[in-house]
C-alpha cells in the first residue's frame, strides 16, 4: 500500500510549530517568555513527561561555559605535576573560554593517541540522547572519533544484553524481531489469551528511541480487552499492565520465570498438548529439551510439583495454565526485565520453547512477543523502512567490551572475558569521552563503578547540557544544546510519524550543538573534511532526509521533496489496512524463507551454544538457580527481593531534575515501595525516610505501601540521580541519599555467552533510618572557582 506525506491542514488539527524527544511529540504555543510546550493533538495518549523540558532547558541546572577541573587544568598548564583524579567530583571547576576547551580536548586526545594508541580511548557513550537522527549524540561521537583513527566501543546495550546476544542464535537478532512483532490490531482481532511474563507496562512504553509519536499500547491493551481476550499477568507486581478491564494475577517470585515455563513445557509434553508437526518442520532439538523435562539428564523431572514452590505458584494453577495455553489462541509476552538477570537468557529460551511447542508462531494472535510495553513501537504497524541515519565510519580498533562491562575494564586491564563464545581482552584505557548519558544511572554497583572511575582513567571528557553526577566527575565538561535550541528530524521505525523538528529556543548561554564541537575538533586534528564532508548541519538534514526517500519508497511510501516536509512539518506513515503477524512468512514456507539461525529454524537446542562449553548458558532452556534470589541463603540476611524498574516520571535519569519527576518524589528522594505485610513487619509506616542496603551499599528513599506487589519484594525505581554522602569515598559505607537503586545492584555478567547486566538479581534490607537522615543535594551546582 503506498502511503504519502499528509498536510497538517488535512489532519483538521491547527499546530503550532514541532519538536520530538523520546515521550513523543510536543507543539509549541507563544514565543519568547510565553513559549509553552504541549501534548501533540494527534496522540490518544500522550506523555506528560516531555512538557518539562522547556522549564529544565531555561533552568539553572545547565551546563553554561566550558569548564575544566581546577586540578586538571593546573597539570595541563603547567602548575602542578599531575592532576588529583580522586580529586573527581570534590574540586572545583574553572570555567574557561571556548578555545581554550578545544584545544585542551584536541590536545589530550594528540597525546593519548600518540603515547598508547586509539584502542586507550573508549567512547561508549551509552545513553539515550536526542530523538532527532541528526545530532544524536552517540552517532556524532562515534563519526568523530572514526574520523580520528577509531576508539574502544560498547557491545549491546543495559535494557537487552542477554537476550540480543541469545535470540540471534535461536530465532532472529532483536532488531529484526522488534519490527515484526504482531500487531495490535491483529491481536484485537484473533489473540484470547494473553500471557505476559512482567505485564505490558504502558509507563515503559512513553518511549522510542527515535520517538514515540503516537502512543499506541493503552488503546492496544483496551482494544484487546473490549474484543474479549482474557489476560493473565505473571509477575512480582500486579499494577504493571492495565486493560481497562480484568487481569489475572499470579504474583511469582522474581527471578523464577523460568522454572514455571519449563513446569508448563513439561504439562504440554507429558499431556499430549504439544504440537509435534510444527515441532518437528519448524524447529531443532526439541529431542534434547524433552529428555531434560523429562529428567532424563539430570534426575529431576520439571514437573509442576517441583516448580511451585520454586516459584511461590501452586502447582495446580501452573498445570492448568499450561492446558488453557494450548485450548486457546495464546500469545506469550515477556518483558525485557527478566533477562536484567543471572542467567537471564534462560527465560527468554523457555519462553520460545513453550510457544514452539504451542505450535502457534506465525499465526495471527498466537505465537509470542519479546517486549509488548516495552518501547512504544512495539506492535505498531505503521511503515516500515530505513529513516534519515547519519553515517559513523568504519572503526579501525576492534577492541570492545560488552556494554555492562565498564568497571571490569578499568579495573582490569588486559584480564580476559568471554563474550558469544570467543575470548577477548579487556583494554587499558586512558581517555574516557562521553556524550550523551550517564553512567551513573545506568551502570551496576556504582560504588565499585565510582572507585574505578576515581582512580583509572587520565582523563574525562564529557558532553553535557546538565550538571549530571557524570558531569561532576568529568575533567573537561562541554556545554551540549538540547532538542529545543536546534533542528533536526524525528523519526523511528513503525512510528507513525516523521517530524520537522523546529528549533524553539536560541542555545543557552555557551552551549554548542555536539556537530559544531566536533566539526571544531576535527580542524584542530586535520580531520575536517573526513568528519564534515563539507556540510554544515541544514545540509546535513536535508541530505539524511533525500537519501532516504528511495528506500521508503521500496516500502511503498512517497515521501514529499525536503522543504515541502520542513514547511509541512509532520508526515504520517499511517498503514490503515496493514495486519502484521511475526514470522508468518517462515510459518507458510520455512525453506523459502528461513530463518537466520544456522540450522535456519527455531533452534530449541542450540549445537553451536552448547559447543562453547559455557556451564551457565547450557545447549537449551534450563533452570539455573540465580546467585541472589529469595530461595538463596544470602535471602536470610537480605530478605527483600528489589526491582529496580523504570521510573513513570522520567526516562532513565533524564529530566530528573525536572517538575515532574520531583513531584513524585517523598521528602525529595525517590520512592521505594513495599507491601504493608512488609511495611508491617519492620514498623514502618507510608512517608518514612528508610535504608535500603546490603553488603554492596546502601541508599535512602522514601516509603510508600502497596499491595500491587507481592510480599518479600521492594521496588525502587532508576533514575534518581546518584547523591553520595562524599565523592571522595567509593566504598558501601558511602550512603548514597537520593534514593538510586545502583548502589545496591550487583555487577557480574548474566552469563560467560552475554555478559548482560544482572540489576534484577538483588536482595536487600530496608529499615527506618533513625539517625537523622542527611538532606539529598542531587541537584547542587559544583563550585565554579578560579586558579589561584
Known amino acids: 500500500m503506498s502511503v504519502t506525506g499528509v498536510h497538517p491542514d488535512q489532519l483538521n488539527v491547527p499546530m503550532g510549530p514541532l519538536t520530538a524527544c523520546h515521550w513523543g511529540i510536543y507543539e509549541a504555543t507563544g514565543e519568547g517568555s510565553g513559549l509553552a510546550l504541549q501534548a501533540f493533538s494527534r496522540d490518544p495518549s500522550p506523555s506528560p513527561i516531555g512538557l518539562s523540558m522547556l522549564d529544565a532547558a531555561r533552568g539553572p541546572l545547565r551546563v553554561r561555559r566550558p569548564a575544566i577541573r581546577r586540578s586538571w587544568l593546573q597539570a595541563r598548564r603547567g602548575d602542578l605535576p599531575q592532576a588529583a583524579r580522586q580529586q573527581r567530583g570534590q574540586e572545583p571547576f574553572v570555567e574557561v573560554e571556548w578555545a581554550e576547551a578545544l584545544d585542551l580536548v584536541a590536545g589530550e586526545l594528540t597525546r593519548v593517541r600518540s603515547q598508547h594508541g586509539n584502542a586507550a580511548i573508549f567512547g561508549g557513550s551509552y545513553g539515550w540522547s536526542s530523538a532527532g537522527r541528526f545530532h544524536h549524540a552517540q552517532s556524532q561521537v562515534h563519526r568523530f572519533l572514526n574520523s580520528i583513527g577509531g576508539y574502544v566501543r560498547h557491545a549491546d546495550t543495559y535494557s537487552l544484553g542477554a537476550a540480543r546476544v541469545l535470540m540471534p542464535h535461536i530465532v532472529a537478532p532483536m532488531e529484526e524481531l522488534f519490527t515484526q512483532h504482531t500487531s495490535w490490531r491483529v491481536m484485537a482481532r484473533h489473540t484470547q489469551l494473553f500471557v505476559s511474563f512482567g505485564g505490558v507496562p504502558a509507563k515503559n512504553a512513553q518511549v522510542s528511541s527515535g520517538g514515540a509519536t503516537e502512543h499506541a499500547v493503552p488503546s492496544g491493551l483496551r482494544r484487546m480487552a473490549a474484543a474479549g481476550t482474557r489476560f493473565v499477568n505473571i509477575s512480582p507486581v500486579r499494577d504493571d499492565i492495565d486493560t481497562g478491564g480484568e487481569v489475572e494475577w499470579i504474583a511469582i517470585r522474581p527471578g523464577t520465570d523460568t522454572a514455571l515455563l519449563l513446569a508448563v513445557a513439561h504439562t504440554l509434553l507429558t499431556e499430549g498438548l504439544h504440537a509435534p508437526a510444527f515441532l518437528a518442520s519448524h524447529c531443532v532439538g526439541f529431542e534434547q529439551v524433552a529428555s531434560y523435562l523429562r529428567g532424563d539428564t539430570d534426575g529431576q523431572p520439571k514437573t509442576a510439583d517441583w516448580a511451585a514452590p520454586i516459584a511461590g505458584v501452586p502447582a495446580a494453577r501452573i498445570a492448568q495454565l499450561a492446558r488453557e495455553m494450548a485450548a486457546a489462541r495464546t500469545m506469550l509476552n515477556i518483558a525485557w526485565s527478566l533477562q536484567r538477570a543471572h542467567h537471564g537468557e534462560q527465560p527468554y529460551w523457555a519462553l520460545i520453547t513453550v510457544a514452539a511447542m504451542l505450535g502457534q508462531i506465525g499465526l495471527p494472535g498466537g505465537g509470542f512477543g519479546v517486549g509488548y510495553g516495552t518501547t512504544n513501537m512495539i506492535g505498531n504497524d505503521n511503515a516500515k523502512f530505513s529513516g534519515p541515519t547519519l553515517p559513523q565510519g568504519r572503526n579501525p580498533v576492534s577492541a570492545f567490551i560488552p556494554v555492562a562491562r565498564i568497571t571490569d ?83 523511528a521505525t513503525r512510528e507513525r510519524f516523521m517530524v520537522a523538528m523546529k528549533k524553539l529556543i536560541e542555545p543557552v548561554d555557551e552551549a554548542r550543538d555536539d556537530y559544531a564541537i566536533f566539526s571544531e575538533l576535527a580542524q584542530r586534528l586535520g580531520v575536517q573534511e573526513a568528519f564534515t564532508e563539507g556540510r554544515d548541519a541544514q545540509t546535513w538534514l536535508r541530505l539524511l532526509y533525500e537519501e532516504s526517500r528511495p528506500r521508503a519508497a521500496q516500502a511503498g511510501v512517497e515521501l514529499p521533496p525536503f522543504d515541502t516536509f520542513w514547511e509541512q512539518g509532520l508526515i504520517d506513515l499511517v498503514q490503515p489496512e496493514a495486519a502484521v503477524v511475526m514470522l508468518d512468512r517462515f510459518r507458510a514456507n520455512p525453506q523459502a524463507h528461513p530463518l537466520a539461525t544456522p540450522s535456519g529454524r527455531i533452534e530449541l537446542f542450540s549445537e553451536r551454544i552448547a559447543s562453547f562449553g559455557y556451564d551457565d548458558c547450557p545447549g537449551h532452556a534450563c533452570w539455573l538457580e540465580p546467585v541472589e534470589w529469595l530461595g538463596s541463603p544470602k535471602a536470610q540476611q537480605y530478605p527483600l527481593h528489589l526491582i529496580s524498574d523504570q521510573p513513570h516520571t522520567k526516562l532513565h535519569s533524564q529530566l530528573d531534575h525536572a517538575a515532574y519527576s520531583q513531584a513524585n518524589k517523598i521528602d525529595c528522594r525517590e520512592p521505594l515501595t513495599l507491601s504493608s505485610a512488609d511495611a508491617q513487619a519492620r514498623g514502618l509506616k507510608a512517608g518514612d525516610v528508610v535504608r535500603v542496603f546490603n553488603s554492596r551499599g546502601a541508599c535512602l528513599a522514601g516509603l510508600r505501601i502497596s499491595d500491587d506487589l507481592r510480599p518479600g519484594v521492594a521496588r525502587l525505581s532508576t533514575g534518581a540521580w546518584f547523591d553520595p554522602s562524599s565523592w571522595l569515598a567509593t566504598g558501601p559505607g558511602n550512603v548514597e541519599k537520593h534514593g538510586n537503586p545502583n548502589t545496591l545492584t550487583l555487577d557480574v555478567g548474566a552469563s560467560r555467552l552475554s555478559q548482560g547486566c544482572i540489576a534484577q538479581s538483588c536482595l536487600v534490607q530496608v529499615e527506618r533510618c533513625v539517625d537523622g537522615a542527611p538532606s539529598p543535594e542531587p541537584y547542587a551546582l559544583p563550585q565554579l572557582g578560579s586558579i589561584p
Open 409 to 491: 575494564m578499568l579495573e582490569q586491564p588486559g584480564a580476559a572475558f568471554d563474550y558469544n563464545g570467543q575470548r577477548h581482552t579487556y583494554p587499558d584505557i586512558r581517555l574516557i569521552y562521553w556524550v550523551g548519558g550517564n553512567p551513573f544511572h545506568h551502570h551496576q554497583d556504582l560504588n565499585r563503578l565510582h572507585a574505578a572511575w576515581q582512580s583509572k582513567p587520565e582523563t574525562v571528557v564529557v558532553h553535557e547540557q546538565y550538571w549530571t553526577p557524570t558531569a561532576k566527575l568529568a575533567d573537561i565538561v562541554l556545554p551540549a544544546t538540547t532538542a529545543l535550541e536546534r533542528e533536526d528530524i524525528g523519526y
